[in-house]
């Protein structure tokens, strides 16, 4: 299992939280979605690949920028 920290741009409040992990965790192979707001971060564990993960990000409507 891999970890992949992603920075993502337009999350502000709990709702933006809630959207983003959800995305995240339907994606295949993603075992655990966590955002941190104040660092505008989420730590994604699982096999997943990062294409996938930006992917999911950007369909939710944040943008990744690392």
């Known amino acids: 299992m891999g970890q992949t920290v992603l920075k993502v741009e337009g999350m502000s409040c709990n709702h933006c939280k809630m959207a983003v992990e959800k995305a995240l965790k339907e994606v295949a192979g993603v075992e655990s979605a966590v955002v941190d707001l104040a660092k505008k971060e989420v730590v994604v564990n699982g096999s997943a690949g990062r294409g996938q993960l930006v992917k999911a990000i950007e369909e939710a409507g944040y ?4």
Do not use: F
């Open 63 to 66: 943008k990744v920028v690392n």
